[in-house]
């Protein structure tokens, strides 16, 4: 049943269709083999985690809240040991099993006050997704697209109400409170799924605040969120893109052409730098779009390599670095030691193995991903809006259970 | 222009599109002649001569447009050659393209379709498809050596060719190549009858092989001051002095700059800068220069042990030869192939030497684009950034705080689906110190004061 019987490249579209009729086993050691191949890049991985630890909640066996909390961490701890530099399935980790924590002390709380019905029926809601009473009614009023994405969130809470109201009476056997805290955790992870995928149009939302007409834009290696920012802004303005990549082009290759297309179809001007450096630029430049892997509880970013410079550079001409990443990239701990957030990767685009001279002699290193310190970044564009350094430690702990933030996930 | 919107016939295509077809390299296009001369059956006489009138205004328009390509790197010879030039040259260049029209197929020389061929057949107008923001920087250009002006010597057409194509790169080969071209034109120059070698060689000789030159590839600064002190040697001579007398001095002045100023400096700056490498340190460096690898070699040969990360360009892979060289001379390599890794490297490196294409008279380096990155983040790690430098590369006169101010594109990336800079603009403040062949022992100034050196002891010898 595991993915590579169905067909001989596993990606991850084919394990998250397959992630129902296969056992739990199968489908946490195929995403732990994808991730190790990097074959799960950027923000899939954050949504691959939430929906393994769907998973897990749903078809794993538990008796109590301790037990499912150990399930969770472990898997999370599989799949983070799986991608050691990725820090968003930590984040997902943790804010899953904070959502477990929190469903799990109201359930005893009801034990506890016996039926007092209407508080409970309050609780719910707001412990639970501490974000969720901010960003509603921005999504709703400023992100027309969202709409679909925001009826299906709408749709799923009539349904959770119910469900933790039914749960209340029926709390004396303890078997029914956890069939009822499952289910509510269940509820739970696809909120911050739903979260997940929404955060990108949420951040392009504020697109048009941060870009003016006649701006150089500076897009840094684009992320998809990047993109998505990119032409959501473009709907609305006239500006000019500048493309940088580290990657050498093959001859006749035009890099980052769909988004190219996208962009030049909707009157915005792209220029693709063919340079590594971007000192030369920055004069011409008005702002540095980033897209983050993930943010540290300092405010320092892990990006793909090569950020650094064009943030430094930015820095040298006084221009702003906007680092655009959803709240769930937002890690509660400190980056631990600078060395390790380098990630290196293939360095066959660079050093060809046809010059042998060159595989033999050359200690290459190629590094795919780096950590960018926090001084260098001006604001982080999240899809709660716009924030500075000194707020992010206020929605880290709003997202995150203070039991959960020193979760590590990264012992041997 | 106006001939040519004028001139047009009425039947015939628009106008433009036809001077455009007609400037096109002639040997590349012998399909669309034919298809010219297909349509040309069908025109009156009148037509014909409106056609040619403004086929002629077409070639001369592009002549000009050459000409104002041709960018302020020249501002080095103005004072000797502005009086020359002016009226008469451009006379002359459209006469010599005129002519040309009518006989090019036979005369392409071979020079031009050594290298890349490929490139003055694909691209028409090259500098149209630069993106309007960086349309102010100059670009080397393919000129075909039968476009070239009639006087232009044949050695320094083919060093014209090289720079072109980029064979001859950096500012030192480019210089010592121009210098040797122009010993060949000193050696084959006589002075015409009632003229005296003083008064004609710099504006009739000299001058159009100068601007030839720079209409191939923008001066470097080096070319720029040797060509300002050939100049003043040549105005030195007396009116009466004999041909074959100054010739003989001319030669020799050139032979002793290209000793001193070049071959001497490399030895004395590498000589320097190598006791700068640490035992046991690690050296880093960004692409490859001759003055870098020169040191790192002297280092090695002086029985020193180190190893050394080699940063490259993506897009040149300089460094990559430069990686090569060093392990076969037996030391150890780090190798980054992009600036990616540049915290990295640095965080083990002990010191960072940079080679450079000029320093300006604020200190700033005009080096391969990622200098100025490579020397921003040694000097935030704390690691000393020492630059490389010939005393011919700096630059007095000039004065640059940002990198779009002198630069060039890169030729094959000049378009908004790949551009590309070549250089940037390295602020003094992140360089420690600049090695010259002025400085003695294992010292080293910051630019500033090696300018105010330079003036010291190069006054005297400015006209």
Redesign the interface.
């Known amino acids: 049943m595991a993915p590579s019987q169905m067909s001989y490249a596993p990606t991850l579209g084919k394990l998250l269709k397959s992630l129902n009729t296969q056992p739990l086993e199968a489908s946490i050691e195929a995403l732990v083999y994808l991730l190790k191949r990097r074959q799960v890049k950027g923000d899939d991985i954050a949504n691959a985690t939430a929906h393994m630890l769907l998973q897990v909640v749903a078809k794993s066996k538990w008796q109590n809240v301790d037990q499912l909390l150990a399930k969770v961490s472990n898997t999370g701890l599989r799949l983070a040991q799986a991608a050691p530099t990725e820090q968003v399935i930590g984040n997902v980790v943790r804010r899953v099993m904070g959502l477990i924590r929190d469903e799990a002390s109201e359930d005893r709380n009801a034990d506890e006050m016996g039926d007092s019905v209407s508080d409970l029926s309050q609780l719910p809601t707001t412990p639970t997704m501490p974000s969720r009473p901010g960003p509603t009614p921005l999504r709703a009023a400023t992100l027309p697209m969202s709409k679909s994405m925001f009826n299906l969130l709408s749709v799923s809470e009539p349904v959770q109400s119910p469900v933790t109201g039914a749960s209340t009476p029926m709390s004396q056997g303890a078997s029914a409170n956890m069939h009822a805290l499952r289910s509510e955790v269940i509820d739970g992870i696809e909120e911050i799924m739903d979260e997940i995928s929404q955060a990108d149009d949420q951040i392009a939302g504020f697109a048009d605040i941060q870009i003016h007409p006649g701006d150089?834009v500076l897009a840094y290696l684009p992320s998809p969120t990047v993109e998505r920012f990119l032409i959501k802004a473009a709907a609305k303005r006239r500006f000019?893109v500048f493309l940088a990549s580290?990657?050498?082009?093959k001859p006749g290759e035009?890099?980052h052409a769909a988004l190219?297309k996208k962009l030049d179809g909707l009157g915005v001007?792209?220029?693709?730098?063919?340079?590594?450096?971007?000192?030369?630029?920055?004069?011409?430049v008005n702002k540095v779009v980033i897209g983050a892997k993930a943010v540290y509880a300092n405010g320092g970013v892990s990006t793909e390599?090569?950020c650094?410079?064009a943030a430094?550079?930015a820095r040298?001409?006084s221009k702003p670095v906007i680092v655009l990443s959803g709240v769930y990239k937002f890690c509660p701990v400190d980056p631990s030691d600078?060395?390790t957030e380098?990630e290196q990767g293939d360095?066959s685009?660079?050093?060809d193995y046809a010059?042998g001279?060159?595989v033999d002699?050359?200690?290459?290193?190629?590094?795919?991903a780096?950590y960018l310190p926090p001084q260098y970044v001006d604001v982080y564009l999240t899809n709660l809006g716009p924030q500075t350094r000194d707020h992010l430690a206020t929605i880290m702990a709003d997202h995150y259970e203070s039991e959960d933030m020193g979760l590590s996930l990264h012992l041997p | 222009m106006a001939t040519e919107t004028t001139g047009a016939p009425a039947g015939a295509p628009a106008p433009q599109e036809k001077g455009k077809q007609q400037s096109k390299p002639a040997p590349s296009n012998t399909p669309t002649t034919g298809g010219d001369a297909a349509g040309e059956q069908k025109l009156t006489p009148a037509q014909l001569k409106a056609k040619a009138k403004a086929e002629k205004a077409a070639r001369r328009a592009k002549a000009k447009e050459v000409k104002e390509v041709a960018p302020a790197a020249a501002t080095a010879d103005a004072k000797g050659g502005k009086g020359g030039k002016g009226g008469k040259q451009e006379g002359s260049q459209s006469a010599g393209s005129q002519q040309q029209g009518k006989s090019v197929p036979g005369r392409r020389p071979s020079v031009s379709n050594g290298r890349r061929p490929s490139i003055a057949i694909i691209k028409e107008d090259p500098r149209s498809s630069i993106?309007e923001?960086?349309s102010h920087v100059p670009m080397a250009k393919r000129i075909q050596t039968s476009q070239a002006h009639k006087d232009v010597h044949p050695a320094v057409l083919a060093v014209g060719q090289q720079m072109a194509t980029f064979a001859l790169k950096d500012s030192i080969a480019r210089l010592e190549a121009t210098l040797l071209a122009f010993k060949k034109v000193i050696e084959s120059y006589e002075t015409p009858k009632g003229n005296s070698l003083s008064r004609h060689f710099v504006p009739h000789v000299l001058n159009p092989q100068i601007e030839y030159l720079t209409e191939c590839r923008p001066m470097s600064f080096s070319m720029g001051n040797a060509i300002r002190f050939l100049k003043s040697q040549v105005n030195k001579f007396d009116i009466d002095t004999p041909e074959d007398e100054a010739k003989e001095s001319l030669l020799e002045f050139i032979d002793i700059f290209i000793n001193e100023r070049i071959t001497l400096a490399e030895v004395v700056i590498s000589k320097n800068a190598a006791e700068l490498i640490d035992e046991d340190g690690v050296v880093l460096t960004y692409g490859r220069h001759r003055l870098v690898e020169k040191t790192i070699l002297r280092a090695k040969a002086n029985g020193k042990k180190f190893a050394v990360s080699v940063i490259?360009?993506?897009?040149d892979?300089g460094g990559?030869e430069l990686?090569?060289t060093l392990?076969?001379a037996g030391i150890?390599?780090?190798?980054?192939?992009?600036?990616?890794?540049?915290?990295?490297?640095l965080?083990r490196a002990s010191n960072v030497l940079l080679g450079t294409e000029a320093i300006f008279a604020n200190g700033s380096l005009l080096a391969p684009?990622?200098?100025?990155?490579v020397a921003?983040?040694a000097s935030?790690a704390n690691v000393k950034v020492v630059a490389l430098c010939e005393t011919i590369n700096f630059d007095r006169e000039r004065v640059s705080v940002?990198?779009?101010t002198y630069?060039e594109i890169?030729p094959e990336?000049c378009s908004?689906?790949?551009?590309?800079?070549m250089?940037?603009?390295?602020?003094s403040k992140y360089i420690a110190g600049v090695i010259t062949e002025f400085e003695s022992g294992t010292d080293f100034a910051p630019a500033q004061a090696i300018l105010t050196l330079l003036r010291k002891r190069e006054d005297p010898t400015i006209a």
């Open positions: 150089y000019t580290t990657e050498r082009q035009v890099p190219r001007n792209t220029i693709s730098l063919a340079s590594n450096s971007l000192m030369a630029y920055m004069p011409r390599s090569g650094s410079i430094r550079a040298e001409y600078d060395v380098f360095p685009t660079f050093v010059d001279e060159a002699a050359l200690e290459v290193e190629n590094i795919v780096e | 993106p923001c960086f490259d360009d993506p897009y892979q990559k990686a090569k392990q076969r150890r390599v780090f190798y980054s192939p992009n600036l990616g890794g540049l915290r990295a490297h965080e684009a990622g200098t100025a990155d921003m983040a935030a940002d990198s779009l630069n890169d990336r908004a689906e790949s551009f590309r800079l250089f940037d603009n390295t602020h």
